[in-house]
């Protein structure tokens, strides 16, 4: 019944969850008439807000042989979809479910603009995800990036990205991800912006991981901070 009509039923406010159980409840060999809708559409349907959701159905649930076609096509754009709105998620659930190839190829152009698009409301989400879903080492590369930057003279990107309402959540991840010797590092940066920090209505949430950590950091000593009772 719904062969003929894939497309339309995609982007369709209902008919968007009929296909998305199909695919997670019908053997990929019957779903084949899906997946051959999207393929040659996939970076389309990546930017709609419920192709998006179809895409990583297929993503999960698809045979190798299904997924290829499609992968491809997102590897090709992931540029532009780690900046759009909804393709955005699509590149997040390659960084967490995709092969190694996948995640290290993402990571790495994510790693060459990493400053940039740490600051981009729908990018920046990437950014976390690769944090906690990386390897150890590509995560150190990123954090050690966002400590020094590009052009040590200008300072550490951490200064501009606290004072970013998009920069601060990633700026929250590395706290939360970065080892021991690399937070110390962080710290001792955003301890001297706590003044500045604290201007702004999102600065408790790093203020409270300041302080979460403060012990994990060899005991650096600064002066009390007031006003960072409020949850979160």
Known sequence: ELDGHVLKCIRDQNGNHVIQK????????????????VVGQAVMLAEHSYGCRVVQRILENGSGEQKAPIMEEIMESV??????????????????????????????????????????????NVV???????????????????????HPAEG???????????GNYVVQRVLDEAEPSQRERVVNILKNQVTTIKKYSYGKHIIARLEAGWGKTGGLHVNPLQGHSESY
Not at 98 to 124: M, N, P, W
């Open 156 to 166: 550490s990107p951490l200064n501009q990205l606290v004072r970013d309402q998009f």
């Open 79 to 124: 540029q532009e979809l780690i900046k759009d709105q909804y393709g955005n998620y699509v590149i997040q659930h390659v960084v967490e479910h995709g092969t190694i190839y996948e995640r290290t190829y993402i990571i790495d152009i994510v790693q060459k603009q990493v400053c940039a698009l740490s600051q981009h409301k729908f990018a920046s």
């Open 22 to 37: 199909c695919i997670e409840l019908v053997p990929a060999e019957n779903i084949q008439f899906i997946v051959d809708a």
């Open 128 to 150: 976390e995800r690769c944090l906690t879903h990386g390897t150890l080492e590509q995560r150190r590369t990123l954090i050690e990036i966002l400590i020094s930057g590009d």
